[in-house]
């Protein structure tokens, strides 16, 4: 397959406006990859929504059949559930960057492989979190949290838990953030009970928690630590 190559190393934006401009280039050039062997069995890449300035960061595991149509992230049936969690809590989609680990659509919606993985974020993933500053990530369902946080870990061990991430910013130095992983709403829709202690009502208590650190009611009260024997090398840990 042809290989797009990694991005060329951004020229240091340090404004808002030249983030989103460099942001704005590399989701271009994002859509024209054919760097593994994903692309030919989908419609297109999903790369993003949102803007290098959002508060917010989410990110996903990758598109399912909506999004591969609309070439938009969470639009099926799992993104309208996350919208109503979110606006629930008070936290409107616009005020979210919101990407996925890989950008195209795996077969029947499988996870993605380990090499799909290490390519789509080697190529895409990372430059997209050189570029951008958020002040809260939410890290939706295994997939995601695993990379991040660079764990073995089940999304069930680590759900509604802080964890503090960090990742270089292009300019020499780096960003820090507080990351919460949270259920996918695929999972919660396959386990759809609001039965206290029960996913969704789990969830529930997460997103409000999240939300009130986004708005700046309170910095987590604390940050939880991974088990070294499922610590995976990942660098984006403290």
């Known amino acids: 397959m042809t290989d797009a190559g990694p991005p060329h190393p ?11 401009a460099a942001l704005l280039t590399l989701e271009g050039r994002n859509r024209a990859c054919r760097a593994c062997d994903l692309r030919p069995g989908c419609t297109q890449v999903v790369v993003a929504e949102g803007r290098a300035d959002a508060p917010l960061l989410i990110v996903g595991e ?12 969470f639009v099926g049936r799992g993104g309208q559930l996350l919208d109503q969690i ?3 809590a008070g936290i409107d989609r616009t005020d979210a960057y919101i990407t996925n680990i890989v950008k195209c659509r795996p077969p ?4 993605p492989h380990p090499p799909e993985t290490q390519t789509c974020t080697a190529h895409w993933l990372e430059p997209q979190l050189t570029l951008l500053r958020p002040r809260v990530i939410l890290a939706i369902g295994h997939t995601a ?6 764990t073995r870990a089940r999304i069930t061990d680590l759900r509604g838990q802080w964890f503090p991430y960090r990742h270089a910013d292009g300019q020499g130095g780096t960003y820090e953030a507080p990351l919460m992983p949270l259920l996918h709403p695929a999972y919660l829709l396959r386990h759809d009970t ?12 997460d997103i409000r928690e999240a939300a009130a650190v986004l708005r700046g009611d309170h910095e987590p009260a604390a940050f939880a630590a991974l088990a070294p024997a499922d610590m ?3 660098p984006g840990l403290f």
């Open 62 to 73: 990758g598109p399912g059949g909506q999004e591969d149509l609309t070439g938009r992230p």
């Open 108 to 111: 029947g919606n499988r996870d």
């Open 145 to 150: 949290t695993s990379y991040l946080l660079g």
């Open 86 to 88: 979110l606006h629930a």
């Open 194 to 205: 609001r039965a206290p202690g029960g996913p969704k009502s789990l969830t529930w208590r």
């Open 10 to 20: 951004l020229a240091n934006p340090v404004s808002a406006a030249q983030r989103h």
């Open 232 to 234: 995976q090398g990942q």
